[in-house]
């Protein structure tokens, strides 16, 4: 059973839509982040949330800490080729803890 | 800063055999965590090493292990490779803490035959 989980698991979609990928858990983290892995490439962090409630925004990404601090929302506005890849996102669930990876969301955006 | 250098980037052994990657860590960079990476279990921690210290371990068997040495570059090794061990394994670097930002090489990817 994965700590984390993420839905969807897949998603294909066309240039210029907008998305919405989750990770969810039944556990409480101090703090959450979300990944983009491309293929052949290691992960690249694209934001790291603490706060319940907290909306970050990173150009037409949104990402979304749950009030209770169990869940989290990547939206991405109007999605170009180059947002494909795969999606992780990882959660701490005490300081200095290290980070517990969810499975992932494949996103592919055709052209 | 040059980023962070994982080698070899491909690997083919034979079940049995043992096996030893490389990760040298971002410069000024003191921790180093080590990831499985596969389709069907997604990225699992392996260990991580703080000045030349193991500091976390994940739920692994014995046969994985890894060293940091005093320049921080890490190796982790997998001795009796299985058919299972075949998969993209990452290594992360960071500053300090676990809840610092983690940067990631381009991975090792292993098949095991």
């Known amino acids: 059973t994965q700590l984390l989980e993420q839905s969807p698991q897949f998603l294909s979609i066309q240039e210029g839509e907008n998305l919405t990928v989750y990770c969810n858990s039944s556990s409480v983290f101090s703090s959450l982040q979300w990944y983009r892995q491309e293929p052949g490439e290691g992960p690249v962090l694209l934001v790291t949330?603490?706060?319940?409630?907290e909306v970050k925004k990173l150009k037409r990404l949104t990402f979304q800490f749950g009030d209770a601090r169990k869940d989290s929302s990547l939206h991405i506005t109007a999605a170009q080729p180059g947002d494909t890849g795969l999606y992780l996102c990882a959660g701490a669930r005490n300081y200095g803890q290290n980070f517990v990876f969810g499975p992932g969301t494949r996103l592919s955006v055709l052209p | 800063k040059a980023g962070v250098t994982q080698t070899p980037r491909y690997l083919i052994k034979t079940r049995g055999q043992q096996v030893t990657l490389s990760c040298s860590p971002i410069?000024?960079?003191?921790?180093v965590s080590w990831y499985q990476q596969t389709p069907g279990q997604g990225l699992q921690f392996l260990f991580e090493y703080f000045s030349e210290t193991q500091r976390n371990k994940g739920n692994f068997p014995g046969r994985f292990s890894g060293r940091q040495f005093s320049n921080s570059r890490s190796e982790m090794n997998v001795s009796t490779l299985e058919l299972g061990d075949s998969a993209l394994y990452l290594c992360a670097s960071r500053e300090q803490g676990a809840n610092t930002e983690a940067f990631f090489g381009q991975g090792t990817r292993l098949t095991v035959v």
């Open positions: 410069s000024g960079h003191r921790s």
């Open positions: 949330v603490v706060t319940g409630g």
